[in-house]
């Protein structure tokens, strides 16, 4: 698969560079996400609830996946 690469300018999509596509091929586009739209509080507890998780993880503080999905399950 290739991937293009282009910029809105005036309402239009412009492809930057050249394009080596039969004439007629018709392209899917989707919106490359940069990102996530976390404010640096959001992102600072994020990391601070991984850390957790792993340390918890490493002192084998776990439950099986099967218990965490019936749980997960249970919630709905």
């Known amino acids: 698969m290739k991937t293009l690469r282009a910029v809105v ?11 080596s596509l039969p004439e007629g091929t018709e392209v899917e586009l989707t919106v490359s996400d940069p990102g996530d739209e976390l404010d ?3 992102r600072a507890a994020l990391h601070l609830a991984l850390e957790e998780a792993w340390a918890s993880a490493r002192k084998g503080e776990l439950i ?3 218990q965490l999905v019936k749980e997960l399950r249970d919630l709905e």
């Open 64 to 66: 099986p996946g099967e």
């Open 9 to 19: 300018r005036g309402g239009q999509l412009v492809v930057e560079g050249p394009v």
């Open 40 to 42: 640096e509080a959001e």
